[in-house]
């Protein structure tokens, strides 16, 4: 486990609020950008996210210290946005554009006058979030850990509870899935 994470981790199982309160801060944007990506709705991240924390609060003394405390915080945090999306299926016109699919299709779009860009970009990341809601949740869970976070397969089998084979097919479809249907926007006249 990370030093300065196992030693909060350690205050914190021994009471120390503080230390469950840094843990919360030093983590609590990398969970909500992940809860962001998996339920495609800010208010649902935030959910997410005071879900994750308390069931990590919790769980403290069943955390098993050969893991990262990190890896740790986002299976919480997958399994979380997975049973929310499951509870309260997404509905494509609630879903927001993601923040990166925005900057790619801006700096895609760059001989295009502000506002000309402006809707390009707007209406590609509305597709690729809409796309998005379209694969199942380990599928976009996958996706997302992967091509989002930067997250290594290994990592990601162990977020989702699932062999190295298995998360990297899941990563693959997703990915086959996405360019099946994202390939109307790059082939529309601009």
């Known amino acids: 486990m990370e030093g300065i994470d196992a030693d909060a981790v350690a205050q914190a199982r021994a009471g120390d609020r503080e230390a469950f309160r840094e843990l919360v801060e030093r983590h609590s944007?990398?969970?909500?950008?992940?809860?962001?990506r998996l339920t495609g709705v800010e208010e649902d991240a935030e959910d997410v996210v005071q879900e994750?924390?308390?069931?990590?609060?919790?769980?403290?003394?069943?955390?098993?210290?050969?893991?990262?405390?990190?890896?740790?915080?986002?299976?919480?945090?997958?399994?979380?946005?997975?049973?929310?999306?499951?509870r309260k299926p997404r509905r494509v016109d609630r879903v927001e554009p993601l923040e990166e699919s925005r900057l790619a299709a801006a700096e895609a779009s760059d001989s295009l006058a502000g506002p000309e860009r402006q809707a390009?970009?707007?209406?590609?990341?509305?597709?690729?979030?809409?796309?998005?809601?379209?694969?199942?949740?380990?599928?976009?869970?996958?996706?997302?850990?992967?091509?989002?976070?930067?997250?290594?397969i290994a990592e990601i089998a162990q977020t989702l509870q699932v062999r190295a084979g298995a998360a990297k097919n899941c990563v693959f479809r997703a990915v086959s899935k996405l360019r099946r249907e994202l390939v109307p926007i790059a082939t529309e006249p601009q």
């Not at 944007?29 to 962001?36: C, G, K, T």
Request: charged residues 30%.
């Open 52 to 86: 994750t924390f308390l069931r990590a609060y919790r769980g403290l003394p069943r955390f098993d210290e050969r893991s990262e405390f990190s890896t740790w915080l986002y299976r919480i945090a997958t399994n979380c946005s997975m049973d929310l999306t499951r």
């Open 29 to 36: 944007r990398r969970v909500f950008r992940l809860a962001y």
């Open 120 to 152: 390009l970009a707007s209406e590609t990341g509305r597709r690729v979030a809409a796309a998005l809601t379209r694969l199942s949740p380990m599928e976009r869970t996958a996706f997302v850990l992967r091509h989002f976070e930067g997250r290594p």
